[in-house]
């Protein structure tokens, strides 16, 4: 098997993008296809889990034909079928799941089931050739916050989490709050390029005894709080200020957590993953904070950073050769644990 290429056909449906993806070897995109549903969803000022479900199946059939095309690959050609079967909404999550094992079973391919999360942490395989593990790596998307040791493809150890919102979370509850709409990450990370991150000074939470789990509802609050008190004093508020102070608070935060971590764990690595991942004052003040300590940072591409399938690919490709192999019992696990088969 050492000189064949491995090629893996990926499907990711855990949320709400309908993904599908070849990647060969784990680490080389032959396509990349991702139908959002964002449009469908901002009408509602977040993600209906119904809503997902039923768009999931409208598009899936068509998500991976195309990413199969792009690729130039038939499905004889293929080596295995990955999917994200963890964690996520259990609804969206079966649609591919689903569709993963039928393919796989017609055209008689080894069956990979992928978590989410490793998938997140993948996705700077792609562009990185050089990132083996070891590392720490920084995992910020709109349903995790955690700092995790990777310690090999498919070893991982959580050395902090957050106790209450996930950090893209408290994002989008901050931007619907100051009328942005859905998905709030972004809106905010554009909105602060115009503000002051010094306008307001918010809380920034930290846990006795842990030092590296995370707390983002006091934040939130306090976001929610100063916007009243300042409605009810008839004082107008920049919302732009509003959201660079916010966005500095969790900045402030996330950088000193894993900056912390990895000199405490002795890494010279540091990764980041999922779609806050993709925030611009996340990434340059966490490269500064790197530069300082002497230690090479790594984050993937912004596309590579929110939900996509070329990470469950580069994530089942090196689960596929660790010997991972799933049954035709399969199921979806919304709160699938890392590091857990
Ligand atoms: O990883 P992801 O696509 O989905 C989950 O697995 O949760 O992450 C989506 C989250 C959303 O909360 C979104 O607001 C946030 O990532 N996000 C951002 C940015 N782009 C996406 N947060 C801050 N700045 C961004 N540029
Ligand atoms: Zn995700």
Request: proline content about 4%; glycine content about 10%; some cysteine.
């Amino acid at each position: 098997m050492e000189n064949r290429d491995i090629t893996i056909l990926a499907i990711e449906s855990s949320c709400d993008e309908t993904a599908a993806a070849v990647v060969q070897n784990g680490r080389t995109v032959l396509s990349n296809v991702i139908s959002t549903q964002i449009a469908t969803h901002t009408l509602y000022g977040g993600v209906v889990p119904e809503i997902a479900s039923r768009k999931h199946m409208e598009n899936i059939n068509q998500v991976i034909e195309a990413a199969l095309l792009e690729a130039g690959k038939t499905l004889e050609e293929i080596d295995a079928v990955a999917v994200t079967y963890g964690p996520g909404l259990v609804g969206a999550l079966l649609v591919g799941v689903a569709e993963a094992k039928a393919i796989a079973y017609a055209a008689e391919k080894p069956l990979v089931g992928v978590h989410h999360i490793e998938g997140h942490i993948a996705a700077n395989y792609i562009e990185h050739p050089e990132l083996e593990p070891p590392f720490l790596c920084l995992v910020v998307s709109g349903g995790h916050t955690h700092l995790v040791v990777v310690k090999d493809y498919d070893q991982f150890e959580i050395i902090g989490r957050t106790r209450d919102d996930a950090a893209g979370e408290a994002f989008d509850k901050v931007a619907r709050s100051i009328g942005l709409g859905y998905p709030g990450g972004p809106k905010i990370d554009r909105a602060a390029k115009e503000g002051n991150p010094k306008a307001i000074a918010f809380p920034h939470a930290r846990i006795d005894g842990s030092p590296y789990d995370f707390s983002f509802s006091g934040l939130k609050s306090a976001v929610l709080n100063y916007l009243n008190h300042a409605r009810m004093m008839g004082e107008e508020v920049k919302p732009e200020d509003l959201a660079a102070s916010f966005q500095s608070a969790v900045v402030d935060v996330l950088v000193e957590h894993a900056i912390r971590g990895a000199k405490e764990y002795g890494f010279k690595q540091l990764a980041m993953a999922g779609g806050v991942a993709s925030n611009s004052a996340l990434r340059s003040r966490m490269q500064e904070a790197c530069k300082k300590a002497g230690i090479t940072l790594y984050y993937p591409s912004p596309v590579f950073c929110t939900d996509n399938a070329a990470m469950i690919g580069a994530a089942g490709y090196y689960e596929f050769c660790k010997g991972a192999r799933s049954g035709w019992d399969l199921n979806a696990v919304p709160s699938l644990k890392l590091g857990e088969r």
